[in-house]
């Protein structure tokens, strides 16, 4: 049976749409939903989508960013005030990928996709749901619960310094591979040791997680082999990587504390 | 299901025709339209042998449904040859045997128009960036490198 398509003007028009017809499902830009559909999920007959122009904005004024759910990867890649988070958005697919594949549909991604979801998790973004701010930690661990089925319009997050925010993302094949496993960090240093330091990890649990015990061991060390020692050896705790094709969780966890030292460590 | 029109331009020609809601365009211009150069791989946005080029950009034609192209201007390969003339892409992949099978040759050709048109000078990383998202088990990858730099090339020099 072929599914049907509803557009509407706006995100809470979707919504209702959504909300009174259990055999929806949201479409974004096209690359879990259609290809879940193309896969043979049954689950859904309707896709629901919005032509709201808020959803792919992108605002950065007074250090703040905003930036749309139906926002491309692509786009983020080349604005040139998001420079910082251009990285990020390139690890995701390849140039097709990229021209489809929205902010808002990578935090719904499950592993090993969602790199850029790993992104805003170190940059502590805040997303708005239902003209509510919701934090994307908050998010993402109730994605499947509390936030089931929430409508994403926009993620915003405070500026890094400069030079603050790590990305990284190893993967088996190059340029474009699944993850191994990512990391993104906002690491900020004040006479020459850390201040502060936001450590998220991608493919190390089923969605993507901050390394608290990381975070807490970096703060007030210096950026040196030695001051991340202690960093590294607690770099798994928490965690709980799956095993997939790309990899087993005992290589994630082996290979972990290994990218962690690469990135963390300046050049 | 009912079906809904739908306008767009494929290689420059006007196409409308009545689709089903829902239908992806990889469907609609292989089994409506007859654009069979598109081609139907692994449908989960992973091989790349659907690309296509929609208003200048680089799409998965199974990823993308055919309501959303409205008013777009789509380009295949179908499209890049005048007549008897091989567009410099498909010249150059012929000459440098950079097609085995061939399955996933209109895709590699669709991602090198959209570099190309965007980037007429592009470097070896450029082009292996570029391609990036198209899969294939049978060259290697190497001569479909070399051929869309030869390509390349070949354009610079006859725009000089």
């Not at chain 1, 990928?97 to 790199?115: K, S």
């Not at chain 2, 080029?53 to 295949?76: H, Q």
Request: hydrophobic letters at 45%; proline letters at 5%.
């Amino acid at each position: 049976m072929g599914l049907g398509l509803e557009t509407f003007p706006t995100l809470a028009a979707a919504g209702e749409a959504l909300a009174a017809n259990a055999a929806a499902r949201y479409l974004g830009g096209g690359t879990l939903v259609v290809r879940s559909a193309n896969e043979g999920d049954v689950g859904f007959e309707t896709y629901v989508t919005a032509s709201e122009r808020a959803l792919t904005d992108i605002v950065v004024a007074d250090g703040r960013a905003t930036i749309g759910a139906g926002v491309t990867m692509a786009r983020i890649a080349r604005e040139p005030a998001l420079g910082f988070l251009a990285p990020a958005a390139r690890a995701v697919g390849g140039p097709a990928i990229r021209n489809m594949a929205t902010v808002g549909g990578n935090l719904f991604a499950p592993v090993p996709y969602g790199d850029f979801a790993v992104a805003l998790l170190a940059l502590d973004a805040s997303l708005d749901i239902d003209g509510e701010p919701v934090a994307v930690s908050a998010f993402l661990a109730g994605r499947d619960t509390t936030h089931a089925g929430a409508l994403v319009r926009s993620v915003s997050f405070t500026l890094p310094a400069e030079g603050s925010f790590l990305f990284a993302k190893a993967s088996r094949v190059r340029p474009k591979g699944a993850s191994v496993v990512t990391i993104a960090a906002v690491v900020e240093e004040r006479a020459g040791t850390i201040s502060s330091a936001r450590i998220a990890y991608g493919c190390m649990a089923d969605r993507p997680i901050r390394a608290p015990a990381v975070e807490r061991a970096l703060a007030g060390k210096a950026r040196t082999a030695e001051g991340i020692a202690a960093a590294l050896a607690v770099a798994t705790e928490g965690t709980a990587p799956p095993t997939d094709a790309i990899a087993s969780a005992w290589y994630r966890g082996e290979v972990l504390p290994v990218h962690l030292k690469r990135l963390l460590l300046p050049a | 299901m009912k079906k809904v029109p739908v306008q767009f331009t494929l290689n420059g020609e006007e196409k409308a025709e009545f689709v089903e809601s829902g239908v992806t365009l990889l469907k609609a211009l292989r089994e409506k339209i007859g654009d069979t150069s598109v081609k139907a791989g692994c449908q989960q946005g992973t091989c790349g042998s659907c690309a296509v080029i929609v208003d200048g950009e680089l799409r998965l034609s199974c990823l993308t449904l055919a309501e959303r192209c409205g008013g777009a201007a789509i380009e295949t390969t179908g499209g890049l040859a005048h007549g008897e003339v091989l567009h410099p892409l498909q010249r150059a992949f012929n000459e440098g045997f950079a097609t085995q099978c061939g399955f996933c040759t209109p895709g590699m050709i669709m991602a090198a128009k959209a570099l190309l048109d965007h980037n007429p000078q592009p470097s070896r990383e450029d082009v292996v960036e570029a391609i990036s998202g198209n899969i294939c088990r049978c060259t290697g990858y190497e001569p479909i490198i070399q051929a869309i730099l030869a390509a390349a090339r070949a354009n610079s020099l006859s725009a000089a």
